[in-house]
């Protein structure tokens, strides 16, 4: 037997699963996406967060979390490893909350961290100078929104 398809076959039979007596290949995007969800929200941490610490992008993450990208083992080591998990144990939580259904799925994230990252998403395709407006943009609307504040607090004293 060559040194090629023994690697191909160990590559098979290392994402694969026994049911009712057949091999059937585990779904590693789906069991990854599920455990990468699941961790983030549990670490209070950002799919951006994540990207900066590995040097890729926001939206590389995203492709990971939406299960759109399986990407290589690597990779997927790498980012196991950023969250303080071995690969065998990052993929086991996905396993994990497969087995008990969807409502066990979907980790349940505020609606600010999923606002918060949604313009940190839109952010990263900005140049500077974009940046920049949308910062004066913000700030002029935090200063407005104070003012108002301030006068009617004001008027009612």
Not at 20 to 39: H, N, S
Request: net charge negative; charged share 30%.
């Amino acid at each position: 037997m060559s040194s090629e398809y023994q690697h191909s076959v160990a590559l098979f039979f290392q994402h694969s699963v026994y049911c009712d007596g057949m091999v059937k290949k585990e779904p590693i995007r789906e069991i990854f996406a599920t455990a990468l969800k699941r961790v983030l929200a549990q670490k209070g941490k950002t799919q951006t967060w994540l990207a900066n610490l590995l040097g890729v992008t926001p939206q590389s993450i995203s492709l990971y979390v939406a299960s759109d990208r399986e990407g290589d083992e690597a990779t997927r080591r790498s980012i196991a490893q950023v969250l303080g998990y071995s690969y065998e144990e990052f993929l086991d939580i996905g396993r994990k909350i497969d087995t008990q259904g969807p409502e066990a799925r979907e980790p349940q994230t505020p609606l600010v961290d999923q606002v918060t990252e949604k313009i940190l998403l839109m952010l990263a395709d900005l140049d500077e100078e974009k940046k920049r407006e949308v910062l004066r943009y913000i700030e002029e609307k935090k200063l407005l929104t104070d003012l108002l504040k301030e006068r009617k607090g004001g008027g009612e004293g």
